[in-house]
């Protein structure tokens, strides 16, 4: 298999704060790895600094075997990695579906189709098709600020993957929202990921989700990857239970190794 | 030497006077995030109100010439205070939290109103006090090189609000604690800091530092119809230079401001204005908050 | 009923309308027709203004693009002999895309109130100017001679006519032509960004960018109502340049609201209206009811007189709402 994203040595200071240390990822295409720690470990920061929101201190990412080092964000998406947001990056007042076919609009070009209207008929389509594919076609025409927290999660990642992204980074898909839609919400996204096969690296503080679609873990404590592997190896190791979990894992909720 | 002397006194001198007005800009907006549209108003109104008691103590039958100071700082005392409260209860109370470029509207339309509450109380024709600037001669500085002594009183005089201002909030406890409002709002909240009570007061004390900036220049100049817009730019400027919400970064912002237009007034008179404006987006093309604004936090 | 459609009949709307006002121009009293060549020249320049809103900036300095329009007629009228108003109206439009260029490169790096007290300040910058400027007739300016159109050279009455009918046909112009501006791709990434830069970026594609180019859109509209300004009013002087100047148009862009291509123009015929009769009655209360009248506006009419008219239209809640209404 053939490396997607990699990062050497990528590090990241905020005054005598170390948010990322020596950070030597390497992940490969297809692969669908999860990341562990408590908060403030570092792990919005590396997401951060791989999309291009946050410049790093040193070090260097590769994506595809070339450096976005220096990119913005907006180039990074266009070179194939997309990510969602810990809260999410909505357009509030605009309607769910607005908020679709701008994403559309946004990946075709923009020009020049930025000069035809936004609303097609066509567009409008694709759009639909998308919040289908999520679930979250009830709340088509609703303004989006009204919309439940746990389809605004998914209408944040359908619209990072409207530029069908080779690489999906999602930055805690299950936070705020209920213990019982977790699991859910979790099925529709791997679903729609699947089908476009695409590559996932996703933050989740909930260790039993992680395990449960995850080929890989990583585990971050204070900026550092302490452990990582299989989600049994990782989540059996003795320092990521003291130091991150905080408390034994039983591996039998893992259900048979795959 | 004594082009440079007369510079650098210039320079200081109208320094001052810039910081005057974009002190209570910068502490209301610090404490409040209102960048205040109104406070060339607060100017106007202490301009006028000192003007009109000036012009009225001199025309009777003079007791202490000197008491017109008392009455220059006095008025600008009770005519900020009580505008800046009746205005901060009145209308801005019910705005609280709303969106920055909203409030500078809403600021925007007090401006309008209190431009014409100034002509309707005052009129149209200039106002005159010129007396409490007579009245301390000149002084000498150099070789040929003399100044009014009135203005240099002003730069002893700003530099004591200033102090005062830096004792009051880095050597006392309410200082302090009006320090960790600025710092950050939703804490000091969290802690338990009543904000109603402290944005009146903060509110008042911005109006009155520019009613008494205003109080302060009324003597230098003649006062119209006017005055007050000028000043909101020229303040914005500023304190946009030093960094918004800063009273440190305010002086320096001033200084930086009035020795730059010092030079040019010297050296090349037709580039006043754009030596102002010119410095306020050198300075923002290299660091947009300003020289000592606070970076802005992550906000993803 | 789909976009297209819906263009179509919004375009079959206003040519109907400007066809209507144009037939009055043989009608109305002169008086009348001056008053709607001005506001509706004045509604161009509150659309930049609105351009700028939807996208979540407010220029509190659209006035500086207002008075080059207009001193770009003026000037290119005096000193460059040209007589046509087309070649006037082309000439100011030019200068304010070019100092636009220039500007835009600076602001917008800033938003919220940088960006207004940034816009209020340059156009300050250019009122002082004009204002030293002797040679420009200082703060009294100068008197625009009647231009021609494409040769034709009207006298008296006509001129009047002839002034107001092309003000009547290009603001219809720039209404179709920015409603459709308003609902493209463009346009509506515009609220995005006014919603949310963050994730715009993360679409891949550049908030400054798309801002620059709106800002020039928008300076190139207001620099447009600005040399019909000075054409129909026959003079120019520094207070076009002047903060209060900006300051009545963001009245007008709020008073009108910012939901609709059309809004501005409400906004602008209402205010001018208004002004005149105040003017007369109460000259100096008049810039206190403004006040009075903002502030009643954004307590209780956030999204302006077109949300009056749109609420027969439209289901509640489903109208793109303007930043200031939740805001």
Not at chain 1, 138 to 151: E, K, L, N
Request: net charge neutral.
């Amino acid at each position: 298999m053939s490396t997607i994203l990699e990062t050497r040595g990528l590090t990241r200071t905020f005054g005598a704060v170390v948010a990322a240390k020596d950070l030597n990822v390497r992940i490969d295409h297809g692969e669908i790895v999860g990341v562990i720690g408590s908060n403030g470990a570092g792990k919005t920061t590396f997401i951060n600094m791989v999309t291009g929101y946050l410049p790093p201190s040193g070090g260097d990412i590769l994506f595809d075997s070339r450096s976005v080092l220096g990119l913005a964000p907006r180039e990074i998406t266009r070179r194939g990695m997309a990510r969602s947001f810990q809260v999410a990056q909505l357009f509030p007042q605009l309607t769910v579906i607005e908020n679709a076919l701008i994403s559309l609009v946004a990946a075709e070009g923009p020009w020049p189709s930025f000069l035809r209207p936004l609303d097609t008929p066509e567009r409008r389509a694709h759009a639909e098709a998308i919040l289908e594919d999520f679930g979250v076609t009830p709340y088509r025409d609703a303004v989006t600020s009204t919309v439940p927290q746990g389809a605004r999660k998914l209408v944040d990642i359908a619209m990072a993957l409207v530029s069908n992204p080779r690489m999906l980074l999602l930055d805690e898909p299950t936070s705020g929202v209920s213990v019982e839609e977790k699991c859910p919400l979790m099925d529709t996204v791997m679903a729609v990921v699947r089908k476009h096969g695409v590559t996932v690296l996703f933050v989740e503080h909930d260790m039993e989700i992680v395990a449960r679609y995850v080929t890989r873990i990583m585990a971050f404590y204070s900026g550092e990857i302490i452990a990582d592997g299989s989600p049994r190896s990782v989540l059996g190791d003795a320092k990521v239970q003291e130091l991150v979990i905080g408390h034994h894992f039983d591996l039998d909720l893992l259900g048979e190794p795959a | 030497m004594t082009s440079l002397l007369a510079i650098l006194f210039d320079g200081a001198i109208y320094a001052s006077w810039l910081f005057l007005v974009a002190a209570g800009l910068t502490i209301i907006y610090g404490v409040m995030r209102v960048l205040n549209m109104a406070h060339g108003s607060f100017y106007a109104i202490g301009a006028y109100s000192a003007a009109s008691l000036v012009g009225w103590y001199f025309s009777g039958n003079v007791g202490n010439p000197y008491l017109s100071y008392l009455l220059l700082i006095g008025c600008a005392v009770v005519a900020g205070s009580l505008i800046g409260v009746i205005i901060e209860r009145g209308l801005l109370r019910f705005l609280q939290g709303k969106d920055e470029i909203l409030m500078v509207i809403v600021t925007y339309a007090l401006l309008l109103i209190l431009e014409d509450v100034t002509k309707l109380v005052w009129g149209v024709d200039p106002y005159f006090a010129y007396q409490p600037y007579r009245l301390l001669g000149q002084t000498a500085v150099g070789v040929g090189l003399r100044f009014a002594t009135y203005d240099l009183a002003l730069i002893v005089v700003t530099a004591a609000i200033g102090l005062a201002a830096w004792f009051a909030l880095n050597r006392t406890n309410r200082g302090r604690l009006l320090r960790a409002v600025i710092h950050d709002r939703e804490i000091a909240v969290a802690m338990g800091v009543n904000v109603n009570v402290l944005f009146t007061v903060t509110f008042a004390i911005g109006a009155v530092l520019g009613a008494l900036a205003g109080a302060l220049t009324a003597p230098a100049i003649s006062v119209t119809p006017g005055i007050g817009v000028e000043v909101i730019v020229l303040a914005f400027a500023v304190v946009v230079v030093g960094g918004l919400g800063s009273i440190g970064g305010a002086a320096i912002g001033a200084v930086l401001v009035g020795l730059t237009r010092s030079v040019a007034v010297h050296m090349a008179p037709e580039m006043e204005l754009f030596v102002i404006y010119g410095v306020m987006f050198l300075v923002l093309a290299i660091r947009p908050q300003g020289l000592f604004g606070p970076v802005l936090a992550r906000r993803i | 009923m789909n976009i297209t459609n819906r263009l179509k009949s919004t375009e079959v709307t206003v040519s109907a309308l400007a066809a209507l006002l144009a037939a009055g121009a043989f009608l109305m009293p002169a008086w009348l027709s001056f008053l709607l060549t001005l506001a509706l020249a004045k509604a161009l320049v509150v659309l930049g203004v609105v351009l700028q809103m939807r996208a979540g900036l407010v220029s509190f300095g659209q006035a500086l693009f207002y008075c080059i329009g207009g001193y770009g007629v003026g000037l290119g009228a005096q000193s460059l002999g040209i007589a046509d108003a087309f070649a006037l109206l082309a000439l100011g439009t030019a200068a304010a895309v070019l100092l636009a260029l220039i500007c835009g490169f600076l602001l917008t790096r800033y938003r919220e109130i940088f960006f207004a007290m940034l816009t209020l300040a340059l156009s300050m910058i250019l009122y002082g100017v004009l204002v030293k400027s002797s040679a420009l007739g200082s703060t009294d300016g100068f008197n625009v001679a009647p231009p021609s159109f494409l040769g034709w050279v009207p006298e008296g009455d006509a001129r009047k006519q002839a002034v107001y009918l092309l003000t009547v046909v290009i603001a219809a112009a720039a209404v179709i032509g920015f409603n459709r501006y308003l609902k493209s791709g463009l346009g509506r990434v515009m609220e995005a960004i006014r919603e949310n830069e963050i994730r715009v970026d993360y679409l891949g594609l550049s908030p400054r960018r798309l801002l620059f180019a709106n800002y020039v859109f928008a300076a190139a509209i207001s620099a447009l109502g600005g040399g019909l300004t000075a054409i129909a009013s026959g003079h120019i002087d520094p207070d076009m340049a002047f903060w209060a100047t900006s300051g009545e148009f963001v009245f007008i862009a709020i008073l009108g609201g910012t939901g609709h291509v059309a809004a501005p123009f409400i906004g602008a015929i209402v205010f001018s209206v208004i002004r005149t009769f105040a003017i007369q009655e109460a000259p100096h209360t008049w810039q206190m009811a403004l006040g009075l009248v903002l502030i009643a506006l954004i307590l209780f009419l956030p999204k302006g007189l077109w949300s009056l008219v749109s609420r027969k239209h439209t289901k509640a809640g489903n109208t793109p709402a303007a930043k200031e209404a939740t805001a």
